[in-house]
C-alpha cells in the first residue's frame, strides 16, 4: 500500500469511529433524558405489561453493550455476570419483569455508565477489521441502533404512563394543506430488494435480491386522522365486511371503536399525548392503529396494503437509473429536511410535510412520521443467515407476526433507512404505528 493508500485508509477510519462515537453519544443522551426525567416510582413501575419498567430497559442496554461490545470484541471479563439472566429479553416476558430482583435506577445508571467508558476506551482503539463483527465497526453499530429502538420503547412507554406530562418537545411549524395528488404510480417490473452493502444492516435486510412487482398504485402521503375519521363516522368499526374473520373477532373483543388514547367528547375526537389530553389534528397521520384497522380501513376504502416488497420498491427505486437508493431522496444521511426523526417531535409532522425527502415518483413520508403497517408477514430474504445471533431475527419469522416500514418520529435515523425492517403482532396499536393503502394497476 502506497503512502497515499495509507493516508486515506487512515482517514477513513478515523471518519467511521467519528460516526460511531456520534452515534452512541446521541443514543446516551437520549437515554439520559427519558430515564431522568421522571421521579424514581415511574421508573420502577409497570406501566403497562406489554412493556418493561423503564429502569429495565436502562440495565438492559448496558448489559447488551458488555456483551457485543467488552465480552464479543473486547474479549473483556464479564463485570457483572450474575444479571446477564435478568436481562435477557427471551429469558423473562415483558409482564414478569417487575417481580424479577432489577437493580435500582441509581445502580443501572451506574453499570450503564461504566459500561460506556470501557466501550469507549475501546472504540478509541479499534481498527475495524479481523472479523464480521467488527468489520465497518459493525458490532458498535449495532449497539447505537439497539439503544435507539429501546429509546422509542422507553418513549411508548412514557405515552402509555399516567399522570402529568414529563416531556416536552417543539411543535411542527405550520404547514399549508397538502393538495398534491392522492396517488402515484409506480412501475412494474424487477428493482433491488434488501442490501449486501449497507454495513450497520441487520441480518433481515440481507441479502440484496431482486424482486419482481407488477405495476401499482400507492398513497402519495400516509393515511390522515381526518381520513380515518371518515371510516369512523361510516360505521367502520361496526361493519364486519372490512375486517379480517381474526380481526372482527378482535374488535368485538375488545371493544374497539377508534385509534389507541382517541376519546369523543361531543362532536369532537380528543386523544391523549404524553400527559396532554388535545383535539385529534386532522392533517397529521393516523397513529396508534393496529394492523387489522389498517387493513380494515383500507378495504373500506376500495384499496388493500402495499406488500413489504411494494413499499420498499417505492422507498428506493429510482425508474430513471433502475438503481435502489438507501433512502427515497437518495444514499445521503437523513438530515432535518429530509424527515422527521430522533424525537425532535413528539408527533407526526402534518401530511405532505418534508417534500425534500420524497421519493423519485413523489412519494412522501416514507422515512420517518409513523411506521407503516404492509400486507407482508415477516418472512428471511433468499440467501438468509442469521447474525450475529439467531434471536434477532430468525426466531420471528412466520405469519404470526406483521411487517411495518419506513420508522416513525421516535426513531433515529442511525435505526432507520430504505431497507430496515420491523415487525409485530398484528394487535399491537402501543407502537407507533400508522400506514398507506395501495391498488393495483387495474383494480
Known amino acids: 500500500m502506497s503512502a497515499q493508500e495509507s493516508g486515506t485508509a487512515a482517514a477513513g477510519t478515523e471518519t467511521l469511529r467519528e460516526r460511531l462515537l456520534a452515534s452512541l453519544v446521541t443514543a446516551r443522551a437520549r437515554t439520559t433524558l427519558l430515564t431522568s426525567c421522571v421521579e424514581e416510582p415511574d421508573l420502577t413501575a409497570q406501566h403497562s405489561p406489554l412493556m418493561s419498567p423503564l429502569v429495565w430497559d436502562l440495565a438492559h442496554i448496558g448489559n447488551q453493550e458488555e456483551l457485543w461490545l467488552l465480552r464479543n470484541v473486547g474479549g473483556r471479563e464479564p463485570m457483572r455476570p450474575e444479571i446477564d439472566g435478568l436481562y435477557d429479553a427471551f429469558e423473562h416476558p415483558r409482564s414478569e419483569r417487575p417481580s424479577l430482583p432489577l437493580l435500582p435506577p441509581e445502580e443501572a445508571r451506574r453499570y450503564a455508565s461504566e459500561v460506556r467508558g470501557r466501550a469507549l476506551d475501546l472504540l ?38 399516567t399522570g402529568p406530562a414529563a416531556l416536552t418537545a417543539p411543535d411542527h411549524r405550520p404547514a399549508p394543506p397538502y393538495t398534491g395528488p392522492a396517488e402515484v404510480l409506480v412501475p412494474g417490473g424487477p428493482f433491488t430488494m434488501g442490501t449486501s452493502t449497507e454495513p450497520w444492516a441487520l441480518d433481515n435486510e440481507r441479502p440484496a435480491h431482486v424482486r419482481e412487482v407488477a405495476p401499482y398504485w400507492i398513497d ?224
Not at 137 to 156: C, R, W
Request: proline residues 7%; contains cysteine; glycine residues 10%.
Open 124 to 161: 478509541e482503539g479499534a481498527d475495524f477489521e479481523g472479523t464480521r463483527l467488527t468489520e465497518a465497526g459493525f458490532a458498535f453499530g449495532m449497539i447505537a441502533q439497539h439503544e435507539q429502538q429501546h429509546d422509542e420503547t422507553m418513549l411508548i412507554t412514557h405515552q402509555l404512563r
Open 220 to 443: 402519495t402521503v400516509p393515511v390522515s386522522n381526518a381520513a380515518y375519521q371518515a371510516f369512523i363516522a361510516d360505521g367502520g368499526y361496526d361493519t364486519e365486511r372490512w375486517w379480517t374473520q381474526e380481526g372482527w373477532a378482535h374488535v368485538r373483543r375488545n371493544s374497539l371503536t377508534a385509534p389507541l388514547y382517541w376519546h369523543r367528547e361531543g362532536d369532537q375526537w380528543l386523544r391523549r399525548r404524553f400527559g396532554v389530553t388535545e383535539a385529534v389534528p386532522p392533517e397529521e397521520p393516523v397513529l396508534h392503529v393496529c394492523w387489522y384497522e389498517a387493513d380494515a380501513y383500507a378495504r373500506w376504502a376500495g384499496r388493500r396494503l402495499p406488500t413489504e416488497a411494494e413499499w420498499e420498491k417505492a422507498a428506493r427505486h429510482d425508474p430513471a437509473t433502475g438503481r435502489s437508493a438507501r433512502y427515497p431522496w437518495g444514499d445521503a444521511e437523513p438530515g432535518p429536511e429530509h424527515a422527521n426523526l430522533g424525537q425532535r417531535h413528539l408527533s407526526p409532522a402534518p401530511v405532505g410535510s418534508y417534500p425534500a425527502g420524497a421519493s423519485p415518483l413523489g412519494v412522501r413520508q416514507l422515512i420517518g412520521d409513523v411506521w407503516e403497517w404492509t400486507s407482508s408477514d415477516l418472512a428471511p430474504y433468499p440467501g438468509f443467515a442469521a447474525f450475529p445471533y439467531r434471536e434477532y431475527s430468525e426466531v420471528f419469522f412466520g405469519p404470526e407476526y406483521k411487517v411495518l416500514r419506513g420508522g416513525s418520529f421516535a426513531v433515529d435515523a442511525v435505526a432507520c433507512r430504505g431497507t430496515f425492517r420491523n415487525w409485530d403482532y398484528p394487535i399491537r396499536r402501543q407502537i407507533f404505528s400508522g400506514f398507506r393503502t395501495a391498488r393495483s394497476e387495474s383494480a
